[in-house]
């Protein structure tokens, strides 16, 4: 009897730390993640190739820098309007679009980061050779997937049954016979340098070091801390709320790695440190034509900024809001850091800058206003989530002070830049995408594209002429607009143009059929609601979306 009731004490002790545990999961998850963290050596300085010591008699090519930044809102720029009411100005990177071209209708290739990447490298859809969602580690799809935010009233799903056929995530990978941009500017003499984010694949094969460029200093995966959480010149915003934030704090390194070398920590706040290391490459390169692909992670959560750039932003008074300001305040100071190499190297008028964001400003940061004046958000095909800032300057090549109105897209950078260096498109498959600088100079009046597509899973949406059409087939809804008259979707027209509805249906089958099968499943379909960021009470009759990764 005696050691009955002691395994009933112990049962006991053990049912209640399980339930302990389980009702602090995240922070028994965010422990061991710590503990699997990779080791960091400390910094150590990048030597960048040289290029000649004697600049070309003759420059025929120009350089081409261009700058992807990570979940910038459509109103995060005073360009559009900025941030919180304009209270951080950004004359930097605004400076790209006035004294260049403004691309009114700019598309990323989707509305998550990973494909955007995948179409903007290669100019083609990413659903044409299969990488369809972003790569991400299991661990963060079930926590995604199965915890929803207080209160909610739809919840996410984990198929749990499809991890099975997931592969590793270093093997998730954009197809090794797909031509990157770098590939084709390699072959015409170009000297070609990677900063930032890839998220593109990692192992050997998928690096950018293997798919075109000589040099690469970054990360391979989705997102890097910014400075470490404790540093003490970091001020952090934290949404405890979200299940993608509690994953990302403690499984996120602070480390960098130079062509596959050893991981080893970044010099300061990481927007600077790959701003100065690319400045320093810039006057390795000064002397021959190169190709800079700039991917810093601003402004993707973490929200964590430079203690010296939050105190600059005092009249703003939320806490969250002010991080997020001081990120943006940050990469307009270093976008300028580049532009002003450019100049002191007399390079300012033989480079061609393009500038862009992977995709719209995330509704899980928990902040409005930022895609002002579209609705929806990162993940969601409304304007919100596809519609970026898209601006380009080529004093020597291409009209300055313009606004263009047509449609455009990543899909267009590829052909650009190999228009821009006189580099021969491949004609073995087909490229989605095209040159954008005869149109911005004149040379061409009609519309680039007639059509533009994207696809996450059973989500879509196509642009034919004004017309918008998103069909999410798990909700069995369809949305119609004309953006023509509506630029910020506010009237769905779906069921006054069934016939319209119809064809725009069919041009999405067509797509489909254009397209392959993804390199791996969707673990998750989750909602994101279209007009009110995260950490707020949802509401029957709220509009949203189911969306698949």
């Known amino acids: 009897m005696k050691i009955l009731k002691v395994l009933a004490l112990v049962l006991l002790l053990l049912v209640g730390i399980g339930a302990l545990a389980w009702s602090n999961r995240s922070t028994v998850l965010g422990l061991i993640a710590q503990a699997r963290l990779p080791d960091v050596a400390p910094n150590r300085p990048v030597t960048w190739l040289e290029g000649p010591a004697d600049p070309p008699p003759v420059r025929r090519q120009p350089n081409v820098i261009l700058i992807l930044v990570d979940d910038m809102g459509f109103n995060d720029l005073t360009l559009n309007g900025g941030v919180a009411g304009g209270a ?64 909610s009233i739809v919840s996410p799903r984990f198929f749990k049954d499809r991890v099975k056929d997931v592969p590793p995530m270093d093997s998730m990978a954009v197809p090794a016979n797909e031509i990157t941009i770098a590939n084709v500017l390699k072959q015409q003499g170009y000297h070609t340098l990677h900063f930032g984010k890839w998220h593109l694949g990692a192992k050997p094969g998928s690096r950018p070091e293997d798919r075109g460029f000589d040099e690469s200093l970054g990360f391979m995966a989705g997102g890097s801390l910014f400075l470490p959480v404790k540093d003490k010149g970091v001020v952090n915003s934290k949404q405890d709320w979200d299940p993608i934030d509690r994953f990302l704090w403690p499984n996120l390194p602070y480390m960098v790695q130079y062509n596959g070398s050893e991981m080893f920590a970044p010099k300061g706040y990481m927007t600077d440190y790959l701003t100065d290391e690319a400045v320093r490459a810039v006057k390795a390169n000064r002397n021959r034509p190169f190709f800079m692909y700039f991917a810093p992670n601003a402004i993707h959560t973490p929200l964590q900024a430079t203690r010296e750039d939050y105190d600059a932003l005092p009249q703003i008074k939320d806490h969250r809001l002010r991080v997020y300001a001081a990120m943006v305040r940050n990469l307009d100071r270093n976008v300028g850091k580049l532009l002003q190499t450019l100049r002191d190297e007399g390079l300012e008028k033989d480079t061609l800058i393009i500038f862009t964001s992977d995709n719209g400003g995330a509704g899980y940061i928990g902040l409005d206003d930022i895609n002002k004046p579209y609705r929806g958000w990162k993940s969601t095909f409304f304007e919100g989530g596809i519609q ?41 498959r087909e490229i989605d995408g095209v040159n954008l600088l005869p149109y911005v100079k004149g040379e061409k009046t009609e519309r680039p594209h007639q059509t533009l597509f994207w696809r996450s899973g059973q989500y879509k949406a196509v642009r034919d002429g004004d017309w918008k059409l998103q069909s999410n087939e798990a909700r069995s809804k369809v949305w119609l607009h004309n953006l023509a008259v509506d630029p910020t979707e506010q009237t769905d027209l779906s069921t006054k143009e069934p016939e319209r509805v119809k064809a725009m249906l069919a041009l999405l089958a067509q797509q489909d059929a254009r397209s392959v099968k993804p390199l791996w499943p969707s673990l998750l379909q989750g909602p994101v609601f279209i007009d009110q960021p995260s950490g707020r009470p949802q509401k029957a009759g709220q509009e949203y979306i189911l969306w698949d990764n």
């Open 88 to 151: 951080v100005p950004t004359p930097n990177m605004d400076s790209l679009g006035k004294d260049g071209v403004i691309f009114e209708n700019g598309y990323a290739g989707n509305a998550t980061c990973a494909p955007s990447r995948a179409s903007l490298m290669t100019g083609r859809y990413a659903t044409r050779f299969g990488f369809e969602f972003t790569p991400a580690p299991v661990a963060f799809q079930r926590m995604v997937g199965t915890e929803a935010e207080g209160g």
């Open 388 to 428: 970026t800032p898209f601006l380009m300057k080529w004093p020597k090549g291409m009209p300055s002070g313009q606004r263009y109105p047509y449609p455009v897209g990543h899909i267009d950078v590829f052909s650009t830049v190999a228009g821009a260096a006189g580099a021969a498109l491949p004609t073995d």
